[in-house]
């Protein structure tokens, strides 16, 4: 277990839903609040914090702010073709009906957002199979910049490790120019994927050492 301060990093528990739902839809757009944005952002959590903790709970840790609130998360999977298999199975037809796939286009923000739920095989590409796990990093605004987001990336790559996986990667939004920043802090690099366009990018990095500047 890693502590920063007053605030430490610790396993989730299943009372701890609700918060990561919160702290997903108030930085769900590209680093900012994401309700202004959307019709319902309720979208953006069933989609990229949710699954992750009904599927991999043991790979889902929460920064609690020391009055057992959390305030940020990281979570992913080891394996990213099976997670993707499961999101299909045992995580889609859960929400499928809050959250219906766009007929055509998407015409909204939660449209795009719904498409991409209704899509879990999108996150096997061929280019980033030498990074099997995958994850995903928030924290509350009042909570970045304290080396809190270090403590929780840590935590994530020692379970990685203590699983036998060799690299882990992330999809992210360019235009989330800070979170750019923090991520080439912690070692982490570009991975060229044709496919992605001008405005994703995918960053990728080993698990054999843990992060050692602040972020």
């Known amino acids: ?44 959590p069933a989609t990229f914090a949710a699954p992750y903790a009904h599927l991999e709970p043991g790979l889902t840790f929460v920064l609690d702010d020391g009055a057992g609130h959390a305030v940020g998360y990281v979570l992913g999977t080891a394996d990213t073709p099976r997670f993707a298999a499961d999101f299909r199975t045992r995580w889609l037809p859960a929400v499928a009906g809050r959250y219906p796939a766009p007929a055509g286009t998407p015409g909204s923000p939660d449209e795009v957002i719904a498409q991409l ?19 995903h990093i928030d924290l509350l605004p009042e909570w970045q910049g304290r080396g809190h987001g270090r403590a929780l990336m840590h935590t994530f790559l020692r379970a990685l490790r203590e699983q036998g996986v060799p690299a ?48």
């Open 1 to 44: 277990m890693t502590s920063t301060a007053t605030a430490t990093v610790r396993p989730y528990r299943p009372e701890d839903a609700a918060a990561l739902d919160d702290i997903c839809v108030r930085t769900g757009h590209n680093g900012q609040d994401s309700r202004p944005h959307y019709t319902d952002p309720g979208v953006l």
């Open 168 to 215: 882990v990667h992330l999809v992210m939004a360019t235009a989330n120019t800070p979170a750019r920043a923090f991520y080439d802090r912690l070692g982490f690099h570009a991975i060229d994927v044709p496919s992605f366009g001008a405005d994703t990018a995918a960053l990728g990095r080993g698990t054999d050492a843990d992060p050692k500047t602040s972020g």
């Open 117 to 135: 739920l209704h899509r879990p095989e999108r996150m096997v590409v061929p280019e980033l199979a030498a990074y099997p796990a995958h994850l």
